[in-house]
């Protein structure tokens, strides 16, 4: 079993349509959890940090349900710009170096 | 503000050829350095980290070695590169006082020929 698992897409959803992607985790022991975005050909940056119950920023809403071991990304109101590829990010109980990236899930917003 | 140069951004080498990327962090003092792969639809692989000068810590052992000589500079380099080093180099860097968000220049393209 992989240590971070995600659907990779792509998803194709409307402008303004609602999306949210599941990623899930196998090591119960994990403390820190994150979202990044990976534009195509280009590095992955930092969207979101989720560390508790879950945060918002704007039209991303980011939760975590450790008894499941899963993390959610939920995008409102998408936008053309929100195409590219949400990466889940979980750093290992035993470690603060380390980070697990899943191999992502691609978002395709159409007009 | 902090940033993050990598460079080339591009490079093609033959195989059995030697290897040297570099990385430095601008805007901060003793980060946390690492060296990432990513294959072509894979995701990101840890190489090395460093949490200091001198200091470096192998993830997958493999023909890659990573240096340290300064406190914003991270090397990464290989004496003979296989087909298989090709690939997305990322190199990020972290706070290190229990900061655990890693941010991450803007890569080489490696193509071993």
């Known amino acids: 079993r992989k240590e971070v698992e995600q659907d990779p897409g792509p998803f194709n959803v409307p402008e303004g349509a609602t999306v949210a992607f599941n990623c899930t985790y196998s090591?119960?022991?994990?403390?820190?959890f994150f979202w990044y975005r990976q534009d195509c050909r280009k590095e992955p940056k930092l969207l979101m940090s989720?560390?508790?119950s879950g945060n918002e920023d704007g039209r991303f809403t980011a939760q975590l349900n450790r008894a499941s071991q899963y993390i959610s990304l939920l995008i409102r109101d998408s936008k053309l710009s929100d195409s590219a590829t949400y990466l889940c990010v979980v750093i290992p109980g035993d470690s603060s170096y380390k980070l697990i990236f899943g191999s992502g899930t691609r978002l395709l917003v159409r007009p | 503000s902090q940033t993050i140069h990598q460079w080339p951004a591009t490079l093609v080498q033959p195989v059995g050829s030697p290897l040297s990327l570099e990385c430095t962090v601008e805007g901060t003092s003793n980060p946390n350095l690492y060296w990432y792969r990513q294959a072509a639809g894979r995701g990101l692989q840890l190489l090395f980290y460093s949490v200091g000068i001198g200091q470096i810590s192998s993830e997958v052992p493999q023909n890659l070695s990573a240096s340290r000589p300064q406190d914003r500079q991270f090397i990464l380099s290989s004496k003979k590169l296989l087909l298989s080093d090709s690939g997305f180099y990322l190199c990020a860097w972290s706070m290190g006082q229990g900061d655990y968000e890693q941010y991450f220049g803007p890569g080489t393209r490696l193509t071993v020929t």
């Open positions: 989720v560390y508790s």
């Open positions: 090591n119960s022991a994990s403390q820190s």
